[in-house]
């Protein structure tokens, strides 16, 4: 047998690996081109755009209500969230004041949408970092959640349940009740999740101190949601420009100042906490009234520009509708906190190993069609 | 800071340009030549501090392109909005902002991908989503054969 041939790569030669398009730490079709010296990253390129389906594009022939079911397809697990931002900017635009029982209830489903996409979240975080139970603890509870999401909206990923004017239809009777058993069901499992995970000495010195972002550098790239909040930039639109029913409810807009992949990490358990505590406020009174307003057949929004923000669980987007006065759109902008957010990947993971890289790229909890959209 | 004072001190800080108290934010309509200059301004000023790049929108107006962009500043919780028109279509070219806010890298990428708007000084102006064999697609007189939506 022949020897084999030593392949010789010297320390000081660039080396260009390429991790995805199809690398399960990805979490779906993103691609980046690695250029390391030994083990250090040196440079990250995102390749984006194979999920690019032109949504904006779409929106300039289709109608508003038409829109909505559009968004689901951008950040699918904000799929309600989403929804909401379209329903609100037509609903300013046009001046429609929806009901309180609408405003409460867009409120507790944009709460438990929050909650489980952060479980899915802890899930393929602790999987992308090793540790595999994560995933099953994180999926069997988020199931609950999809399981309420079905009998009201009748979807469970994809919901589309806001329409602009209201809801698509009324809650399901079983609404208060499922939501409630789940409140207090998930308050006991929540530190499973924290004795499982956070405490972790593994997982801890993996994030610590890797992919640090200062608030001076957030505020800079834009970085919202818990990305931006675990470097100290207070940004949370519920807080700040409150839309829905987020000004009746007390509750803390979670910070930290470290700015580290394991902070990022923190700011979306603790929020879990403060989900809870919204819809705990909420759930209990929801008013009587109706669940959609009498809107015109076919809606057109007077010429004009609209923008309309909220909180997503991934951080801010923002809808900017142009308006020429026809029952089309203009033109539609999503300013999406994910493609904001894989800007300054490069940035965060320079210098550090190729394996604190798929913490950080795990610690933004990048989803890939809200980048391409 | 009232919306009014917030246009006054705009319009001193943009003297040439066109200052309109909108619905929900003040807008700021200007030429591309001054667009940095005056971004610089609004963002050093203590008063307005648009410390923040929310997003830039490229559009296709018909027979102009330009670009619209959304600004925050998270010291006083104020957004103020910029409009820019070039005429040109053929080879549209406004000045970038990345120098002034690094979020603005991605967002004229995109705008360049899809509109192909170019701008000056940006450090890395490549296509994003598509490759360079596709035309701009968010403009208005783009041809798109499979569309089955278009009427």
Redesign the interface.
């Not at chain 1, 505020?219 to 834009?222: K, N, P, S, V």
């Not at chain 1, 004009?304 to 923008?307: D, H, Q, S």
């Given at each position: 047998m022949e020897e084999a041939v030593k392949a010789p790569v010297p320390e000081q030669e660039e080396y260009v690996i390429n991790m995805g398009p199809q690398h399960p730490s990805t979490h779906g079709v993103l691609r980046l081109v690695v250029s390391l010296r030994g083990e250090t990253v040196r440079n990250v390129e995102p390749h984006?755009?194979y999920i690019?389906r032109?949504i904006?594009?779409?929106c300039e022939?289709?109608t508003y209500p038409q829109i909505i079911h559009l968004t689901d397809r951008m950040d699918y697990l904000s799929a309600h969230i989403n929804n909401e931002a379209v329903c609100l900017a037509v609903e300013n635009a046009l001046g429609i004041e929806v009901s309180d029982r609408v405003k409460v209830v867009r409120t507790i489903l944009s709460e438990l949408t929050r909650i489980q996409s952060h479980q899915l979240f802890w899930a393929t975080f602790g999987m992308d970092l090793g540790g595999l139970t994560c995933f099953f603890y994180g999926l069997r509870d988020r199931e609950m959640i999809l399981d309420i999401f079905e009998e009201t909206c009748g979807g469970r990923m994809i919901v589309s349940y806001n329409c602009p004017g209201g809801l698509m239809n009324d809650i399901h009777p079983n609404f208060q009740k499922r939501t409630k058993e789940f409140i207090s069901y998930f308050r006991k499992t929540l530190p499973e999740y924290d004795r499982l995970l956070t405490g972790n000495v593994i997982f801890q010195e993996r994030l610590k101190n890797i992919g640090v972002v200062n608030r001076e550098q957030a505020?800079?790239?834009?970085l919202t949601g818990p990305v931006g909040r675990a470097s100290g930039?207070?940004?949370d639109v519920r807080k700040?420009?409150p839309y829905s029913a987020y000004d009746r409810v007390t509750f803390k807009e979670i910070l930290y100042d470290e700015g580290d992949s394991f902070h990022r990490y923190k700011v979306r358990m603790d929020e879990m906490w403060e989900s809870m505590n919204i819809i705990e406020q909420l759930i209990d009174n929801i008013p009587a009234g109706s669940y959609a307003e009498k809107m015109k057949p076919v809606i057109k929004l007077p010429e004009?520009?609209?923008?309309q923000?909220v909180e997503t669980a991934r951080g801010?987007l923002?809808v900017?509708i142009?308006s020429d006065g026809n029952k089309n759109p203009y033109?539609v902008?999503f300013?999406s906190p994910n493609?904001?957010h894989?800007?300054?990947l490069n940035l965060m993971s320079q210098g550090s190993k190729i394996a604190d890289l798929v913490a950080i790229n795990g610690s933004l909890d990048l989803i890939i069609p809200d980048i391409?959209r | 800071m009232e919306k009014t004072q917030l246009a006054a001190l705009a319009a001193t800080l943009a003297p040439d340009a066109q200052v309109v108290q909108g619905k929900q934010f003040v807008e700021i309509t200007l030429l591309p030549t001054e667009l940095y200059t005056v971004a610089e301004k609004l963002k050093n000023h203590s008063d307005t501090a648009l410390d923040m790049l929310v997003s830039i929108t490229g559009m296709d107006y018909g027979s102009e392109l330009g670009t619209v962009y959304h600004l925050r500043s998270t010291v006083h919780n104020h957004m103020i909005v910029l409009k820019t028109r070039v005429s040109d279509r053929e080879n549209p070219e406004i000045d970038s902002l990345c120098g002034l806010w690094p979020a603005a890298e991605f967002h004229e990428r995109e705008a360049f991908d899809l509109l192909g708007i170019r701008f000056r000084n940006h450090p890395d102006l490549r296509r994003l989503f598509l490759d360079s064999t596709w035309g701009y697609p968010l403009r208005k007189d783009y041809k798109d054969d499979i569309n089955i939506l278009a009427k």
């Open positions: 984006i755009g690019h032109g904006e594009k779409m022939s289709i505020i800079a790239w834009g930039f207070s940004c700040h420009n004009g520009e609209y923008y923000s801010e923002g900017y142009v033109r902008k300013r493609f904001v894989l800007a300054p391409d | -």
